[in-house]
């Protein structure tokens, strides 16, 4: 059974940092993506950032490039989001999800992730 644990959230000030971290167990074989989502009151779930665990490829939303950065310890299962230059509006609720990329398929879209962690809340005080 395939299991994601977050952690790393908190409360952290305008412009501050935080890593996130992804534990992943379970997997039977290596076709998978991950990606970091976030979720705040009100709003859709977003993808922020994803890695292919297959080659390594990654995907970053245009709102977060240069400012967080995804990476993955392959020896440790885990996949980490780096946030730097954090700002109020991206307090949210973030969960990791591990899914396959199917040809056609985009790694933003939420049907394609069959597994979800619990996710870790992330506040960014102005």
């Known amino acids: 059974e395939v299991q994601l644990v977050e952690s790393g959230g908190g409360l952290v000030q305008t412009g501050g940092s935080l890593r996130l971290s992804c534990a992943a167990s379970?997997?039977?074989?290596?076709?998978?993506?991950i990606g970091w989502f976030r979720q705040a009151p009100g709003k859709e779930r977003e993808g922020v950032s994803a890695?292919?665990?297959?080659?390594?490829?990654?995907f970053d939303a245009d709102s977060v490039k240069g400012l967080f950065a995804i990476s993955s310890d392959i020896d440790k299962n885990t996949v980490y989001l780096q946030m730097n230059g954090l700002k109020p509006e991206d307090t949210a609720v973030y969960y990791c999800a591990a899914g396959r990329l199917w040809y056609g398929s985009d790694w933003r879209e939420l049907r394609i992730y069959d597994y979800w962690g619990q996710g870790t809340q992330v506040t960014v005080s102005s």
């Open positions: 379970g997997f039977t074989s290596d076709d998978y993506v």
């Open positions: 890695v292919s665990r297959v080659d390594g490829r990654v």
